[in-house]
């Protein structure tokens, strides 16, 4: 005993009561057995028809672009500093001013109520529960309305055709849906070759045959939970956010043209975007340092690095590849990587390569899938978990702390 009392009853240091109130959140019974993001994806490999995984999980062409987002980060090696006192480590991260309780959102993912039942609005109540951001995709099957009401805090991500009298008004509809933060998608300016679309039957738009009606009646759970339940409460999905009004349904034969000319979007069109809408403007596909310098001088607020999850051109390099150069042209812009992350270290090493910011998209569309809105706050809490105990295994407290000197390319 001391002058102070048994060292039992001495008050914690801040550091001490940090790590003491920190406790993993509760898991429901039904989600248990989900222990990473990739348990997620086989189990809605097993959910979801031939048809719509396919879609959800394929790449183009050879698939190298997709498989070349995992070799990417294969390629380096932690340095880990030992004897860092990692009690207060926290996995917070700030990105345009605003605070987010983990250092990764969730990113623009077409048809997402294909996938699963309401598939927006849910990825979108989750990432405002799990206090994170969260894209909507253009290629939405849910009003964009529905879910700025949902998720205030989302984000809007467009496929533009180089039209001025289809961009206008369209922003105009997001600025009015209360949108804050804009994303233009630039590298969609064709439909890529997804020969696994063929193979599997799956179209847009969506050709009813019998492979498709055997497909859904050997899949009961999506077909009953997703498909004819949208059916019966909501009628035939229609893409809602194309344009400034309704677009076609998915049974349209109108709806290539409804896209329009992607193949003429250019930079004097990113230059109306930015003098019509008045909150942040990213660009998203970006890859080559030159794009960047010159989005910069039009005044963009930050970069996307990505190949489109290795679904538009086959050969494109993983972000993760030009990160490093893309982050010394930025100008100090936010620069925020996508692409084939599927573990904490994976988003450690982005941050450690220079990202603000890193955005997660199959894995969670596919919790969506086979477990709803509570099945993607469960992965969000596991990718969370992981980051935290990576963070102390590393030796650091804060993503900010991270950089290259914790890596070495193996």
């Known amino acids: 005993m001391t002058a102070e009392g048994p060292a039992e009853s001495r008050a914690p240091t801040p550091a001490q009561a940090l790590s003491q109130k920190r406790a993993a959140p509760p898991v429901p019974p039904n989600l248990q057995k989900f222990l990473s993001l990739n348990d997620f994806e086989a189990a809605a490999q097993k959910h979801l028809p031939r048809m719509l995984h396919g879609y959800l999980a394929g790449g183009v062409e050879t698939d190298w672009s997709l498989e070349d987002n995992r070799r990417a980060f294969a390629e380096w090696g932690f340095i880990p500093r030992c004897l860092v006192d990692a009690r207060a480590r926290s996995t917070a991260a700030t990105l345009f001013g605003k605070e987010y309780d983990a250092p990764f959102g969730i990113p623009p993912m077409g048809s997402s109520a294909l996938i699963a039942y309401r598939g927006d609005l849910v990825l979108a109540q989750a990432a405002r529960a799990k ?223 220079g990202a603000a910011f890193v955005f997660v998209g199959r894995p969670m569309l596919c919790a969506a899938a086979v477990r709803g809105q509570p099945g993607v706050e469960r992965a969000i809490d596991l990718l969370k978990e992981e980051i935290h105990r990576d963070l102390a295994l590393i030796g650091a407290n804060s993503m900010a702390e991270l950089g290259p000197r914790f890596l070495r390319r193996v």
Do not use: C
């Not at 998720?151 to 849906?177: F, H, K, M, S, T």
């Not at 969609?188 to 193979?199: C, H, P």
């Not at 059916?231 to 049974?251: Q, S």
């Open 131 to 353: 206090r994170i951001p969260m894209i909507m995709s253009a290629s939405s099957l849910i009003r964009l309305e529905e879910v700025a009401k949902a998720n205030p805090d989302a984000w809007y991500q467009a496929y533009l055709p180089g039209e001025p009298e289809r961009i206008e008004p369209l922003v105009d509809r997001v600025v009015a849906a209360g949108f804050q933060t804009f994303v233009l998608t630039v590298d969609v300016q064709v439909s890529s070759n997804r020969e696994n679309n063929i193979r599997n039957g799956y179209s847009i738009p969506l050709k009813p045959s019998l492979r498709l009606f055997w497909q859904g009646a050997t899949h009961p759970r999506w077909s009953f939970g997703t498909w004819f339940r949208t059916l019966k409460n909501h009628g035939m999905p229609y893409f809602e956010n194309m344009d400034a009004g309704r677009g076609p349904p998915i049974l349209s034969r109108e709806l290539e043209r409804a896209f329009g000319a992607r193949d003429g979007l250019s930079w004097p069109h990113l230059e109306l975007i930015r003098r019509r809408f008045p909150g942040k403007l990213l660009i998203k596909g970006v890859l080559h340092p030159d794009d960047v310098v010159r989005a910069r001088e039009i005044g963009v607020d930050g970069f996307m690095v990505s190949n489109h999850g290795g679904r538009q051109l086959d050969g494109a390099v993983s972000g993760l590849r030009m990160l490093p150069e893309i982050v010394q042209v930025a100008g100090g812009l936010p620069v925020i990587y996508d692409g084939g992350v599927r573990r904490g270290t994976d988003v450690l090493k982005a941050y450690a390569l």
